[in-house]
């Protein structure tokens, strides 16, 4: 039988298997998990600098602590009888309130951007609306315009069906090589 008192913490032994941390050049669900919740001893260092450096697994650490802190919340809050829990709700109390007072600083920028709104939708109304009455007024008497309105009808639903095919494929492309990876 091994004597494990004896093993130094985080040794060989202790380690995950390869397979069970690398998913090709990123790390895998289950070796995030285990740094998100302390446990790096038991992945390998390089698996673990690579979350520190890798945007994208940090980003996938990252959703992971906040899906288990919203987890634990939850747990607690439906426990209800935990220290955690009790200590936990004058925080979610306090937590809208820290929402506004972080949003104060914005405040004057949204007020500018209120009043710009307000200024253009005031134009609209007084030029926009007869100048467009008035284009529109224009083509529908225009007999050029109005034999080749068919014609430019059929060459813009073209032009946006391609539009949507490139969209869609450069999105399964961007999809299938995050994939991938």
């Known amino acids: 039988m091994k004597d494990d008192k004896h093993q130094p913490q ?11 941390v690398w998913d090709g050049a990123h790390v895998t669900e289950l070796a995030l998990s285990a740094i998100a919740d302390g446990q790096e001893t038991i992945a390998s260092r390089d698996a673990v600098q690579h979350v520190e450096a890798c945007e994208w697994c940090a980003g996938r650490m990252a959703r992971a602590a906040l899906l288990s802190a ?22 979610e109390r306090a ?15 949204f007020a500018g951007i209120v009043i710009d709104v307000v200024g253009y939708a005031k134009m609209l109304s007084t030029h926009g609306v007869s100048l467009i009455a008035r284009g529109g007024v224009a083509l529908a008497t225009n007999e050029t315009l109005s034999r080749g309105l068919p014609v430019a ?29």
């Open 10 to 20: 985080g040794s060989h032994d202790d380690l995950l298997p390869r397979e069970l």
């Open 70 to 91: 919203a987890v634990g919340g939850a747990v607690a809050t439906y426990a209800g009888t935990s220290k955690a829990a009790k200590a936990s709700r004058p925080i």
């Open 95 to 109: 937590a809208p309130a820290v929402a506004v007072l972080a949003a104060l600083p914005s405040l004057p920028h």
């Open 153 to 181: 009808t059929a060459v813009s639903s073209v032009l946006l069906m391609l539009m949507g095919w490139a969209i869609a494929r450069t999105r399964s492309r961007e999809t299938f090589e995050r994939s991938m990876s």
